[in-house]
């Protein structure tokens, strides 16, 4: 019996052996090949953006790509192969794209990308089309060739802008950020990226949306890469035909709206509602522009003067860019008014000291309840009724 087992284990072992010879047996598949040869290709393409070395990536394949980011100050680029699907001489590549923008992102941006790639006639891989994953945002790259303004403070990308819009926005955004220094403080960047898109329709691509959704929006910020531990930092996205038709001070408020967002982004999360980050976004943008209260809530004045004061603060489904245009600002601008009245009854540092300690709080359930409790000594009942008469008193 002994000998019969060990002349079986010798005949599976023989087996093997012949099957190595044909198709590999417990060797690397096929499959594995190919995957090892195309992350060796991504990986080659990575390194010859990284270096400039426009000829080897070249060799990688399509070289559009590289024309489209030679702006673009990139700290690092690499690609995880995360599957590969094979059609004879062609294939497709689900794959990872990390990326950093030097002197602006400590931590890399994400983005899901699908390449198609073929085989030369001496059996190479090289890529032949870099676009997003489906049902993933745009690039800036993807939508042409990117132009770069730097500013003290920001860095501007755009495409299909003339250099001089570019220095346009990096001034404005150079102003807005010492702006929301002084008014927050100086607990995060001091930096910020502004990506101008050549339409609404490119914007959206951006932000993976129906166009749509950000008519009429001047400019959206989004999270990305770069912040603390807790939440990344964000990039400006401008909508440049909402931005255009705005005025000087106008524009101002919009770019300073957004700089807040991404200094308070590490203190923002599930617990802050839309109207603290929204009303304290347009606080600091209104700061210093000598607009009254009516002129900066032209639409709550008007509802106000009508005998129509708010029963209650805006709650988060009013700021949803579908909403009717009239009712999106009277939510802002109820938002504004709040925290507009809490620096004016308990001071500018007491303000910032609610707005970090509702996001402290973690979760939204009690988060503003113990924050106006501890911070400001008093109660939503209280703090609604306060809010109303405040309304009324300087819109009315």
Known sequence: MAGRRRAWRTSVTGLCLLLASLAGCGGPSATDSAKAEVQQVLDRRAAALLHHDEAAYDRTGSPAQYERLRAVPLASWTYRLTGLHRGGATATADAELRYRVRG????????????????????????????PARKSGQQLWDQGRVAAARGAHSLVLGVGRSGDELRGFARL??????????????????????????????MAGLLGSPASSYRGIAAVTTGEAGGSDRAPADRVIVNPEAYAVLGDVGKQVVLTHETTHVATRAHTDAAT?????????????????????????????????????????????????????????RAYEGGWMACRMIADHWGEVRLGEFYRAVGAHGKRAGAVEDALKKVLGTNPETFTEQWQEYVRAQLG
Do not use: C, M, N
């Open 104 to 131: 602006y992102d400590k931590a890399p941006v994400t983005a899901a990308r699908t390449l198609t790639l073929a085989r030369t006639a001496d059996g190479h891989w090289y890529v032949a089309a870099d676009r």
């Open 173 to 202: 955004a150079d102003r807005a950020v010492p702006a929301v220094s002084q008014a927050w403080g100086t607990d995060w960047s001091r930096r910020v990226v502004v990506l101008v898109p050549d339409s609404l329709k490119d």
């Open 273 to 329: 509602p839309l109207w603290l980050s929204e009303g304290y976004a347009d606080w600091i943008g209104y700061l210093g522009t000598g607009r009254t209260a009516a002129e900066a809530a032209p639409e709550l004045a008007r509802a106000v003067q009508d005998g129509h004061v708010p029963e209650s603060l805006p709650v988060d489904k009013d700021f949803g860019f579908s909403t009717d245009a009239v009712d999106l600002a």
